[in-house]
């Protein structure tokens, strides 16, 4: 199983970012992908997730509305669409995948199986 993050980038304040995580190695509609966060220094947090089969999506609460995540099926790849940056989300983002989410509680680490290595998103201001 391989997900390979990318997109990262240092951006201005107010921009924009695409992130992708291209997943290999799994039934891609079996399962959920989320992205997280870690900035330096802070724990990682979950950011969005959705739940290939269903299209179900859940944000936390810091990127609701600017935020936007989305699968193309075909390409086995998630999407995380960054608008309207801040400097606060700047931190090395991932991708993860489980094959049981928990609508309830989407953002558990420990619930997911797969991770990826990460990508760098740098918002100055």
């Known amino acids: 199983v391989q997900l390979v993050e990318s997109g990262g980038d240092l951006v201005q304040s107010g921009g924009s970012l695409r992130l992708s995580c291209a997943a290999s190695g799994i039934t891609f509609n079996n399962y959920a992908i989320a992205w997280f966060r870690q900035a330096p220094g802070k724990e990682r947090e979950g950011v969005s997730c959705i739940s290939i089969g269903d299209d179900f999506t859940a944000y936390a609460d810091s990127v609701k509305g600017r935020f936007t995540t989305s699968s193309d099926n075909a390409k086995n790849t998630v999407y995380l669409q960054l608008n309207s940056l801040k400097p606060e989300d700047t931190g090395v983002y991932y991708c993860?995948?489980?094959?049981?989410?928990?609508?309830?509680?989407?953002?558990?680490?420990?619930?997911?199986?797969?991770w990826g290595k990460g990508t760098q998103v740098t918002v100055v201001s």
């Open positions: 993860a995948a489980t094959a049981v989410l928990y609508p309830g509680y989407p953002f558990s680490r420990s619930d997911y199986e797969f």
